[in-house]
């Protein structure tokens, strides 16, 4: 059983551009996170998806940040207009409905230069 | 004050040691207590995990929690130069959909 899958695994965008950050969860997974780890800081929540449905978004900035895990296809994490603070770690957990059993992602980490 | 308190570290034992890492938290709310291992440049992996109070075993490791003091510890026996990494706790409550709020991580190193 693969585990959570992340793409791309290293992103660099130049300040003003688009970031997207994809996540394939466990199969048999409909449950979806976000987190987002700042060097010298602990992971922070972002947002909870299941399909279609945003469940829990209280984590996210309010501007230029969106998520989405659509019927089919991977969930999306979208950074418009990219600044230098949104350099971090960006990971992706998944579940199968509870909330012990959150399984995390490689991550990917974004450069904006 | 941060929801989840856990001291940075570094903490540095001989190899064979017991490390005894430890959280503690304000929230009397958090049920659901979560131990990760993080690799550096590395996702978080689930170590163990328990729901309110006791203690739970899984081979080296052992996980404790104390509600009425608001404190969980993470215990590793025969520590092993493998076990270098960042542990990071978690928790959460019914009311919180999900949502886990992390402690900063310890960095361990376990020297041979």
């Known amino acids: 059983n693969a585990g959570v899958m992340q793409n791309p695994r290293h992103l660099v965008r130049r300040r003003g551009q688009e970031a997207r950050l994809r996540c394939s969860p466990m199969k048999g997974h409909s449950h979806v996170y976000w987190y987002r780890q700042l060097p010298e800081e602990g992971l922070k929540f972002m947002v909870y998806l299941q399909k279609e449905n945003i469940i829990d978004e209280s984590g996210m900035p309010k501007e230029r940040f969106s998520a989405e895990f659509p019927k089919e296809g991977p969930s999306i994490l979208r950074i418009q207009q990219v600044v230098r603070g949104d350099s971090a770690a960006y990971f992706c957990?998944?579940?199968?409905?509870?909330?012990?059993?959150?399984?995390f992602g490689p991550g990917t980490r974004l450069t904006v230069t | 004050q941060k929801e989840v308190e856990q001291d940075p570290g570094p903490l540095s034992v001989p190899e064979g040691a017991i490390v005894s890492l430890n959280c503690t938290y304000s929230n009397s709310a958090f049920q659901y207590f979560m131990w990760y291992r993080q690799y550096s440049r590395k996702g978080p992996e689930l170590l163990m995990y328990?729901?309110?109070?006791g203690n739970k075993e899984d081979g080296r490791f052992t996980a404790q929690v104390d509600k009425s003091s608001k404190y969980i510890s993470l215990f590793i026996r025969d520590s092993q130069p493998s076990d270098s990494a960042t542990y990071l706790c978690a928790m959460s409550a019914d009311n919180q959909g999900g949502k886990l709020i992390f402690g900063q991580g310890t960095e361990l190193s376990v020297k041979p």
């Open positions: 328990t729901y309110s109070s």
């Open positions: 957990a998944s579940s199968p409905g509870t909330v012990l059993e959150q399984y």
